[in-house]
């Protein structure tokens, strides 16, 4: 489908650049989905600059930007309360490798607004967190296989790259899915650790659990899934994951490094209110710098601040990042900050919904107002598991971002993914993203 789509139009040193870095850098990219997240295909557009809501590209284009550095740069590009304070921290020394003050004050901050934050562990992605909350409930339950669900995303590290994308051929009966490999490179041992469980079925949850209860260490997931177009957990199904998980003695890990700190201060945790063991936490954590975080129960962390369970990493918490969580939390932490940014993705996905009833196009506008997507199911019913999203309209999804692109808005070309909204859109942005998606959805 992708080739089909024109080159945008104006964007002649993007493509050169492209050309130019298939010379040094592996595939031209520092990032497998950067292909499939950041096209537009045939070339993917090279940024230069960002400020508030807006980046701009080599060509001098500028775009409103809802992938936000995949949803880290929660308040905006280069906001002043966050380049003021790393400015100082530029001055007077980025990283020491020792402790420091602003990870104890960032521990502080995470333990007050997140559930089930009673120690906290840094890190500097995603990835390394999820790897560390699997270390501390393996640790802890000195059990070694976990529970994920198909199509949740939890980084790339071999963990947990398991059935990420499977074809259904590859995924095998809806019941009983098997461990596909995300690549080639991930060994048989690490993939057999894996149960895969299809998402929403509790029925099937069930029957998974008692087949293999005793010998899982954790369960995870993501509570709203980003990476199958912002999927909702149905009623009642978060409770009863927590309520199995309790019975049976597993860790239940909740994978928030989308929804840490937008989908409210405290997470999808508050949101929901089911409190889970551990959580993860990335991108909006450090808005737009590389820091992560797991915080879990104190039992469940015990192994960790005892030392008997190892996590590491030269890093961790520098100065520089633990600065910039903090800035960034403090502003998540107001009312008014998250507030504004459900309310501009509610008022977006209204908008879709309007223009989609309108044409009369099928499509489920689904998530919450801080992430969120518009999914071209034939039915126009909400997704339930990834398998469903194996069945919508791509090609259509590709012509929506591509028409958004030429109005100016900029969002993950990747339609299992989602739409991330800053702290920064404006009422004029906020026009001109509205007018631009009842546009597209005149011309698809
Ligand atoms: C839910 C979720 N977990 C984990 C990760 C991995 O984070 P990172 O890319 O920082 O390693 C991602 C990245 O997109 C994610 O969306």
């Known amino acids: 489908m992708n080739d089909r789509l024109q080159a945008l139009h104006g964007t002649d040193s993007s493509r050169s650049w492209f050309e130019r ?39 001098g284009n500028d775009y409103i930007d809802y992938l936000i550095s995949y949803g880290s740069a929660v308040l905006g590009h280069a906001p002043p309360v966050l380049t003021d304070a790393l400015t100082q921290v530029l001055r007077t020394g980025t ?5 420091n003050v602003p990870e104890v004050e960032l521990a502080e901050k995470i333990c007050r607004m997140v559930p089930c934050a009673e120690l906290v562990r840094f890190a500097n992605s995603g990835s390394e967190a999820v790897q560390g909350a699997v270390r501390a ?18 980084g790339w590290s071999d963990t947990l790259a398991i059935s990420n994308r499977p074809t259904e051929q590859e995924a095998g009966p809806l019941a009983t ?24 079925d509790l029925a099937t949850l069930r029957t998974v659990l008692d087949a293999h209860g005793g010998e899982l260490a954790a369960v995870i997931c993501e509570p709203i899934v980003a990476n199958n177009a912002c999927t909702m957990p149905e009623r009642g199904y978060l409770e009863a994951l927590r309520e199995e998980c309790t019975a049976r003695g597993i860790v239940l890990i909740f994978d928030e490094v989308c929804t840490g700190f937008r989908t409210g201060p405290g997470g999808a945790q ?19 710098l590389p820091i992560a975080a797991f915080a879990g129960r104190r039992e469940v962390m015990e192994g960790l601040a005892s030392g008997r369970v190892k996590h590491g990493g030269t890093y961790n918490a520098s100065p520089l990042c633990a600065t910039a969580a903090l800035v960034t939390l403090r502003q998540l ?13 509610r008022q977006v996905m209204e908008a879709a919904q309007k223009a989609a009833h309108d044409r009369g196009i099928p499509c489920s506008v689904q998530g919450v107002g801080a992430m969120f997507q518009t999914v071209f199911t034939s039915d126009g019913l909400p997704t339930r598991n990834y398998r469903d999203l194996l069945r919508v309209d791509q090609a259509r999804s590709h012509a929506f971002r591509h028409e958004l692109l030429k109005r ?16 920064a859109v404006t009422d004029d942005d906020l026009a001109t993203t509205c007018t631009a998606v009842t546009e597209a959805f005149e011309v698809l």
């Open 21 to 59: 870095a298939h010379h040094s850098l592996a595939g031209g990219i520092s990032s497998s989905s950067r292909l499939t997240s950041t096209g537009p295909h045939p070339y993917p557009l090279y940024m230069s600059s960002g400020s508030g809501s807006r980046i701009r590209d080599v060509d």
């Open 95 to 99: 990283m020491f490798g020792t402790c």
């Open 137 to 154: 409930a393996r640790g802890h339950t000195e059990r070694s296989r976990i529970l994920k669900f198909e199509g949740h995303y939890h």
């Open 177 to 200: 899915p098997r461990s596909v490999p995300h690549s080639p490179g991930i060994p048989a041992g690490v993939v057999e650790d894996v149960v895969v469980c299809p998402w929403n």
């Open 270 to 288: 508050t949101l929901f209110d089911v409190v889970p063991d551990i959580a993860v936490f990335s991108k909006a954590l450090g808005g737009g």
């Open 333 to 345: 932490d107001d009312p008014a900050v998250i507030q504004r940014i459900d309310d501009t993705g």
């Open 408 to 423: 100016g808005v900029h969002a993950n070309a990747f339609p299992m993914a989602c739409w991330f909204v800053s702290a």
